[in-house]
């Protein structure tokens, strides 16, 4: 199976997919998103900076980000991999470049998962979320749903809420998300990898798109 490097706007289903993906196929999930919030719930002096950076829906700096990807990349080896939140800007795009060259990682696509805001911000407002495994529901999209209320299907302990999803926190993070994301998209579909999926179809559709793209040639 391909790489595969995520565009998506926060609440696409990035998470969602990346579980399919690797139970399905062994892939390593590489979520900044979920490193980020671990650095963050440890309490030390750089979660504390970057829960101040993330709650005002802002991104964090190229350098961090940069650094991060790149021990993790050296650390996987082989493995097929899902990049989930990273690259942000363009900067990040031309350095991950850079850092696959210099792992002899080849065989990379790019895909780009496509929902509108307002499915977007009701996907926010509905996403709760396991504490322990981090697994993903949606309270409002009865595919997502727990089977029973607000309890973890797989570690039967209660649901939490994320901080960060609330609607004015959600706007910053899509406004960002556009600004930013503009130029990695150009830049990829000049490199002739980016794969657009429509991700506001039903799950299993969304899942065989994505498995046919990821398929090695």
Same mark, same amino acid.
């Given at each position: 199976?391909?790489?595969?490097?995520?565009?998506?706007?926060?609440?696409?289903?990035?998470?969602? #997919?990346?579980?399919?993906? #690797?139970?399905?196929?062994?892939?390593?999930?590489?979520?900044? =998103?979920?490193?980020?919030?671990?650095?963050?719930?440890?309490?030390?002096?750089?979660?504390?900076? +970057?829960?101040?950076?993330?709650?005002? =829906?802002?991104?964090?700096?190229?350098?961090?980000?940069?650094?991060?990807?790149?021990?993790?990349?050296?650390?996987?080896?082989?493995?097929?991999?899902?990049?989930?939140? !990273?690259?942000?800007?363009?900067?990040?795009? @031309?350095?991950?470049?850079?850092?696959? #060259?210099?792992?002899?990682?080849?065989?990379?696509?790019?895909?780009?998962?496509?929902?509108?805001?307002?499915?977007?911000? $009701?996907?926010?407002?509905?996403?709760?979320?396991?504490? /322990?495994?981090?697994?993903?529901?949606?309270?409002?999209?009865?595919?997502? $749903?727990?089977? /029973?209320?607000?309890?973890?299907?797989?570690?039967?302990? %209660? +649901?939490?809420?994320?901080?960060?999803?609330? %609607?004015?926190? !959600?706007?910053?993070?899509?406004?960002?998300?556009?600004?930013?994301? @503009?130029?990695?998209? @150009?830049?990829?579909?000049?490199? =002739?990898?980016?794969?657009?999926?429509?991700?506001?179809?039903?799950?299993?559709?969304?899942?065989?798109?994505?498995?046919? @793209?990821?398929?090695?040639?």
């Amino acid at each position: 199976m391909r790489n595969i490097i995520f565009i998506a706007p926060p609440a696409a289903g990035k998470g969602t #997919v990346s579980d399919y993906l #690797v139970k399905n196929f062994n892939y390593e999930h590489i979520s900044t =998103g979920e490193i980020l919030r671990e650095e963050i719930k440890s309490g030390s002096l750089l979660g504390k900076e +970057l829960d101040s950076i993330i709650s005002q =829906g802002k991104l964090v700096s190229d350098q961090y980000m940069i650094k991060l990807i790149s021990d993790k990349l050296k650390s996987i080896k082989d493995k097929a991999f899902i990049l989930d939140g !990273f690259p942000r800007t363009l900067n990040q795009a @031309e350095s991950l470049d850079k850092m696959l #060259v210099s792992n002899n990682i080849t065989n990379t696509i790019v895909i780009y998962l496509d929902v509108d805001f307002d499915t977007l911000l $009701k996907r926010v407002l509905g996403r709760i979320i396991c504490p /322990k495994c981090k697994r993903s529901y949606n309270k409002f999209n009865e595919e997502l $749903k727990p089977l /029973k209320n607000n309890i973890c299907d797989d570690c039967g302990v %209660e +649901l939490e809420t994320r901080s960060d999803d609330t %609607e004015e926190t !959600f706007k910053v993070r899509f406004d960002s998300f556009l600004e930013s994301t @503009e130029p990695i998209v @150009e830049y990829y579909q000049n490199k =002739g990898i980016l794969k657009r999926i429509d991700a506001m179809v039903a799950l299993e559709e969304i899942f065989d798109k994505i498995k046919n @793209e990821a398929k090695n040639d």
